[in-house]
């Protein structure tokens, strides 16, 4: 039977996630990346949290859109070291004869990071809208009916989508260390020191995630989306109807913009939510976050579990000081320089 929750440790903040091979975990002080390098040892950096001095992080609803800003920015730091340090990066190159280039990485990664997201925007906003403009649904005279069956239609992508990429053996790889990541912090957050022995004996599902943010994000944007199509249709073209394009564009810009705000009303739903965890309606408005988690979370294996806990006994490790991404390349390059060695003499044998 598991302990109770520990405020204290609640308060701490411990949350992460996962990357390639390895597990991002942080709390309000400090982040800790822990990779699994290709000779299997485990190899990490540790950072100190850059003190956000913007008064909109303290404030309601605004600091879910600082906060989202911020974990973007870590998170598209993290998965840059975690495939540099897992090969990934390393391996590209050889197979498409590149020299390696910090440089080059950065840019493919930025590249990389810019197609997602127009990719993320058009399967979750634009193909929505325009396959329930293609059902025929009059959106200015019936804007409930347009939004309620759009937002159908929206989840019904977000939730296929997931399934088909949780058959990608990469894919399933991260989900493990998702899993992995939340076992130990619920392990945590009950006041245990989570080890081998007792990790499995928590759930890899956990109120505070990113997959229930994404859930309460496209539910929020279904509900605000309504009173977009109301606006451009009542104020912007109230005095005559455009060409149905137009008024399509005219919404579906008007609906990304609104992001900023989508995300900030999540935000604070999803901390209400872990907060006030144990009251019958909260736990109802995050229920389907969590459902989703059976999709993005796996049980994990030995060997990321092992992940796992370096990760957060090096978060949670005073005496560790912060160790730089250039320290880990160093002794990345002296293991591949030694390799190399070792090889040249067997040649030479």
Same mark, same amino acid.
């Given at each position: ?8 440790? *609640? ?30 040892q485990i190899d990490f950096i540790k950072a100190s949290v850059p003190e956000n001095k913007n008064k909109l992080s303290k ?65 979750? *906003?634009a193909l929505p809208y325009f396959v329930t403009t293609l059902i025929g649904i009059d959106e200015k005279s019936n804007f ?77 944007? *279904? ?6 199509s109301y606006f451009v249709y009542t104020y912007i073209y109230a005095s005559y109807t455009p060409v149905k394009i137009v ?7 008007? &609906? ?21 965890? &144990? ?71």
């Amino acid at each position: 039977m598991s302990k109770k929750l520990d405020e204290n440790r *609640i308060k701490e903040g411990v949350g992460g996630q996962a990357v390639i091979e390895g597990i991002m975990l942080r709390n309000k002080s400090h982040y800790v990346v822990a990779v699994r390098k290709p000779d299997k040892q485990i190899d990490f950096i540790k950072a100190s949290v850059p003190e956000n001095k913007n008064k909109l992080s303290k404030m309601p609803f605004f600091r879910g859109i600082v906060n989202f800003i911020d974990m973007m920015k870590l998170g598209y730091k993290t998965l840059v070291f975690s495939a540099n340090t897992a090969g990934i990066e390393e391996e590209n190159n050889k197979k498409n004869n590149k020299p390696k280039s910090e440089k080059n990485d950065n840019i493919a990664m930025t590249i990389s990071m810019l197609i997602s997201l127009a990719f993320a925007v058009g399967l979750f *906003i634009a193909l929505p809208y325009f396959v329930t403009t293609l059902i025929g649904i009059d959106e200015k005279s019936n804007f409930i009916v347009f939004n309620l069956v759009r937002g159908g239609i929206k989840l019904a992508i977000f939730v296929l989508y997931l399934l088909i990429i949780s058959f990608f053996k990469d894919i399933k790889r991260v989900f493990e260390y998702h899993g992995a990541e939340h076992m130990v912090v619920n392990a945590y957050e009950h006041g245990l020191d989570p080890d081998k022995g007792n990790i499995r004996d928590y759930t890899t599902i956990h109120p505070r995630c990113g997959t229930t943010f994404m859930f309460l994000v496209l539910t929020v944007s *279904i509900l605000l989306y309504m009173f977009t199509s109301y606006f451009v249709y009542t104020y912007i073209y109230a005095s005559y109807t455009p060409v149905k394009i137009v008024g399509n564009l005219t919404v579906l810009a008007i &609906n990304i913009m609104l992001l900023p705000i989508v995300s900030g009303i999540s935000y604070e739903i999803l901390k209400l939510g872990f907060k006030f965890y &144990n009251f019958p309606l909260m736990r109802l408005a995050i229920l389907p976050g969590l459902l989703l988690q059976k999709i993005t979370t796996r049980r994990p294996q030995d060997d990321e579990i092992e992940v796992a806990l370096f990760a957060l006994s090096k978060l949670l490790d005073t005496s560790v000081e912060n160790r730089t991404e250039e320290e880990v390349q160093a002794d990345i390059e002296k293991i591949a320089e030694n390799d190399a060695a070792v090889v040249e003499k067997k040649l030479c044998v």
